[in-house]
C-alpha cells in the first residue's frame, strides 16, 4: 500500500468518527482531547530528549492528557480553576528534579521541557472543548433524525478553517510555486501557497457561517469580521504548522512519530489546531452576533 493510499485511507475511517465526537461533546469529546493531548506530549517529549533535553516524559504526558478532563469537570460544575492547581505543578516538577535528576540531569531543562510539552499540547487543544460550550452556543438544528448542537457547529468551524488552509496552501503552492515562504524552517512552503491558505480560508469562512453556523445556532458575523476571521485562523494555522517544523527541523525529524498511517504523528496533525483553538475562541467572543431574524 503507497503513502497516499494509507493516508487517505485513515482520513476516511477517522474524519466521521471525529466528526461525531465533535458534534456529541461532552465526556467524549473531552476522553478524546485527553488521549490526543497525552499522545501529542509524548511525541513532543520524545522530540525534546533528542534535542538532549530530559523532560519528566511520563508525568507530563499524564498531566497533558488530564487538562481536557480538567476541563470537562470545570464545565460541569466538579471544580474551579484557580492559579494554585498550576502552582502546585510546578512546586511538584522542581520537587522531581531535586530528587531525581540534581545537577547532572539538567534540572531546570527537565522542567521547563516538561512544563511546555504540557501547556503546548494539553492546554492549547481543551480550547476545543471550551469552544463547544462557548457562551454562544446555545441550541442547535435537526438534519433528519439527527439533532446537531449549536456547539458543535460552532466547533467545527475552525477545524474545517484549519484543513481549508492547509489544502489551499498546498495546491495554490504547488500551481504556482515562487518564492519561498521560510525554507530554513520548512522548505517546502512558498509565499503563494501562504496567501492561498489564506484566500481558501476566508472563501470557507463566508461558506460555513452562511450555510451551517446561521441556522444551527442563529449566529453571523458581519462582512468585515468573515474576512478578518478567515485571515486570523489562516495564519494562526500557517504559524502552527511552522513551529512544530522547527521544533523537527532541530533534531533532524521528518514527523514526530509513526503512529498515523501516512500521516505521522498526532503532533503532525494537530499543530496548527493547538494555534487555530486558542485565537479562534478569543474571535468567536469578539466578531459573532444574533443573525437578524
Same mark, same amino acid.
Given at each position: 500500500?503507497?503513502?497516499?493510499?494509507?493516508?487517505?485511507? %485513515?482520513?476516511?475511517? +477517522?474524519?466521521?468518527?471525529?466528526?461525531?465526537?465533535?458534534?456529541?461533546? &461532552? !465526556? =467524549? @469529546? *473531552? #476522553? $478524546? /482531547?485527553?488521549?490526543?493531548?497525552?499522545?501529542?506530549?509524548?511525541? %513532543?517529549?520524545?522530540? +525534546?530528549?533528542?534535542?538532549?533535553h530530559?523532560?519528566?516524559?511520563?508525568? &507530563? !504526558? =499524564? @498531566? *497533558? #492528557? $488530564? /487538562?481536557?478532563?480538567?476541563?470537562?469537570?470545570?464545565?460541569?460544575?466538579?471544580?474551579?480553576?484557580?492559579?494554585?492547581?498550576?502552582?502546585?505543578?510546578?512546586?511538584?516538577?522542581?520537587?522531581?528534579?531535586?530528587?531525581?535528576?540534581?545537577?547532572?540531569?539538567?534540572?531546570?531543562?527537565?522542567?521547563?521541557?516538561?512544563?511546555?510539552?504540557?501547556?503546548?499540547?494539553?492546554?492549547?487543544?481543551?480550547?476545543?472543548?471550551?469552544?463547544r460550550?462557548?457562551?454562544?452556543?446555545?441550541?442547535?438544528?435537526?438534519?433528519?433524525?439527527?439533532?446537531?448542537?449549536?456547539?458543535?457547529?460552532?466547533?467545527?468551524?475552525?477545524?474545517?478553517l484549519?484543513w481549508?488552509t492547509?489544502?489551499?496552501?498546498?495546491?495554490?503552492?504547488?500551481?504556482?510555486?515562487?518564492?519561498?515562504?521560510?525554507?530554513?524552517?520548512?522548505?517546502?512552503?512558498?509565499?503563494?501557497?501562504?496567501?492561498?491558505?489564506?484566500?481558501?480560508?476566508?472563501?470557507?469562512?463566508?461558506?460555513?457561517?452562511?450555510?451551517?453556523?446561521?441556522?444551527?445556532?442563529?449566529?453571523?458575523?458581519?462582512?468585515?469580521?468573515?474576512?478578518?476571521?478567515?485571515?486570523?485562523?489562516?495564519?494562526?494555522?500557517?504559524?502552527?504548522?511552522?513551529?512544530?517544523?522547527?521544533?523537527?527541523?532541530?533534531?533532524?525529524?521528518?514527523?514526530?512519530?509513526?503512529?498515523?498511517?501516512?500521516?505521522?504523528?498526532?503532533?503532525?496533525r494537530?499543530?496548527?489546531?493547538?494555534f487555530?483553538?486558542?485565537?479562534a475562541?478569543?474571535?468567536?467572543?469578539?466578531?459573532?452576533?444574533?443573525?437578524?431574524r
Open positions: 500500500m503507497s503513502e497516499l493510499t494509507r493516508r487517505v485511507a %485513515f482520513g476516511v475511517i +477517522a474524519a466521521p468518527i471525529v466528526i461525531a465526537i465533535v458534534l456529541a461533546g &461532552g !465526556a =467524549a @469529546l *473531552a #476522553g $478524546l /482531547l485527553a488521549v490526543a493531548s497525552a499522545i501529542a506530549a509524548w511525541e %513532543f517529549f520524545r522530540l +525534546a530528549r533528542a534535542a538532549g530530559t523532560p519528566f516524559g511520563d508525568l &507530563g !504526558a =499524564a @498531566l *497533558a #492528557g $488530564l /487538562l481536557p478532563l480538567a476541563v470537562h469537570a470545570r464545565y460541569l460544575g466538579l471544580v474551579q480553576p484557580r492559579l494554585v492547581y498550576l502552582a502546585i505543578v510546578v512546586l511538584l516538577l522542581l520537587t522531581l528534579a531535586i530528587w531525581m535528576r540534581g545537577t547532572a540531569g539538567k534540572p531546570i531543562g527537565a522542567v521547563a521541557t516538561t512544563l511546555m510539552g504540557v501547556v503546548y499540547t494539553g492546554a492549547l487543544l481543551s480550547f476545543a472543548y471550551a469552544i460550550y462557548h457562551d454562544y452556543a446555545i441550541g442547535g438544528m435537526t438534519v433528519g433524525p439527527v439533532p446537531i448542537a449549536a456547539g458543535g457547529v460552532l466547533l467545527g468551524l475552525p477545524i474545517i484549519t481549508a492547509d489544502s489551499g496552501a498546498y495546491f495554490v503552492g504547488r500551481a504556482v510555486g515562487g518564492r519561498k515562504l521560510i525554507p530554513a524552517v520548512s522548505p517546502g512552503k512558498t509565499v503563494a501557497g501562504a496567501v492561498g491558505g489564506v484566500v481558501v480560508s476566508i472563501v470557507v469562512t463566508w461558506l460555513y457561517v452562511t450555510f451551517l453556523l446561521r441556522p444551527a445556532a442563529q449566529l453571523t458575523m458581519t462582512p468585515l469580521a468573515l474576512i478578518a476571521f478567515g485571515a486570523l485562523i489562516s495564519v494562526a494555522a500557517q504559524v502552527g504548522d511552522l513551529v512544530e517544523s522547527l521544533l523537527k527541523r532541530e533534531v533532524g525529524a521528518k514527523d514526530s512519530s509513526t503512529l498515523l498511517p501516512g500521516h505521522g504523528g498526532v503532533l503532525d494537530l499543530d496548527s489546531l493547538f487555530v483553538l486558542p485565537v475562541h478569543l474571535l468567536l467572543g469578539w466578531m459573532l452576533i444574533p443573525a437578524p
